[in-house]
């Protein structure tokens, strides 16, 4: 029997008080890309999160509900992004207000004027840049922290940025005591905070690019920074009606670049908060034309 010794970890409370970040001392087995947690069965999947995973059935439960409403929808793309879902504790990046509905349908307000986004499409967008083991990851907009710590269920290479500097610590001390719980995936995960609108020179060129944050307009420096093949998802448009769109960039015979888009909610409106711009040490104003 695993001693079971809980713990209460970091928390910044600027905005809301975080969810106490409960977690066994140990997660009992460490994340490998070959943990494949059952999908067959609510009962047999909780049994094997409170297992492995050492997790509070509780939320075990109700993420196995948001799965099957999330497959049915057809937002997870395959197996792997199956268990991308199913292992990542998004009761540990919501605020403690908010831990009743951690598997809503629904975005829901992590202080600082900005939102962790809904499960559906943090699943619909990450099926759409599809990133495997090794590739580079490039997001911007980290936030609540929840869609790099899914990105490190399916690459061990991921790149965060946010532009709220309370925030991008506040998240980075949740990675830091989940790492430390036994969340090792986490260390995958190199963020800071900066405007994201010029990506990260320093870790170009990245396979995928994913922005969760709404703007007028494709970045130039962050397709600049897509590799040729890559693919990036982007909710672009008018403040509060963005597309959002999967933008692929493929290199011709001739070394010429060329860009296509797609919608991958085939015209529906899914509003987001601002890409924001900073001046010094100020966020002034957006990033829109
Ligand atoms: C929808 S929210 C957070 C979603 C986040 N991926 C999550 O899992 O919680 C979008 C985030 O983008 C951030 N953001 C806005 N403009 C930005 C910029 N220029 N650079 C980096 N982050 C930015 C916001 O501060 C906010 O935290």
Redesign the pocket.
């Known amino acids: 029997m695993q001693r079971r010794q809980f713990l209460a970890g970091a928390a910044g409370l600027i905005g809301g008080a975080l969810a106490p970040r409960f977690a066994l001392a140990n997660v009992p087995t460490p994340f490998t890309f070959e943990m494949s947690p059952p999908m067959d069965s609510r009962e047999k999947f909780i049994a094997w999160g409170l297992a492995q995973r050492g997790e509070d059935p509780k939320f075990l439960g109700e993420r196995f509900d948001r799965f099957g409403a999330m497959v049915r929808n057809e937002d997870l793309l395959n197996d792997r992004h199956k268990h991308a879902f199913l292992l990542t504790p998004r009761e540990k990046?919501v605020l403690q207000q908010n831990l009743g509905r951690a598997y809503d349908h629904a975005?829901l307000d992590?202080g600082?004027g900005?939102?962790?986004?809904g499960p559906h499409i943090?699943g619909r967008m990450t099926s759409n840049i599809d990133p495997k083991e090794g590739e580079k990851v490039l997001?911007?907009?980290?936030?609540?922290?929840?869609?790099?710590a899914y990105l490190s269920h399916l690459t061990n290479k991921v790149y965060t940025?946010?532009?709220?500097k309370p925030?991008a610590e506040r998240t980075r001390g949740i990675y830091d005591q989940l790492i430390k719980d036994g969340y090792g995936e986490f260390s995958a995960i190199t963020s800071k905070a900066?405007?994201?609108?010029y990506g990260w020179e320093e870790f170009a060129p990245f396979d995928k690019i994913i922005v969760?944050?709404g703007i007028d307009h494709v970045p130039p420096p962050l397709l600049q920074q897509l590799k040729a093949g890559g693919i990036m998802v982007i909710p672009v448009g008018p403040p509060g009606a963005q597309r959002v769109l999967k933008v692929v960039k493929t290199e011709g015979a001739d070394g010429q670049m060329t860009v296509a888009r797609s919608d991958i909610y085939g015209g529906r409106i899914v509003p987001?908060?601002?890409?924001?711009?900073?001046e010094g040490d100020q966020i002034v104003g957006t990033?829109n034309n």
């Open positions: 990046f975005f992590i600082f900005v939102t962790i986004s943090v997001e911007i907009g980290t936030g609540s922290g929840y869609q790099s940025i946010e532009i709220i925030l900066a405007d994201g609108y969760t944050c987001f908060v601002p890409f924001t711009k900073l990033h």
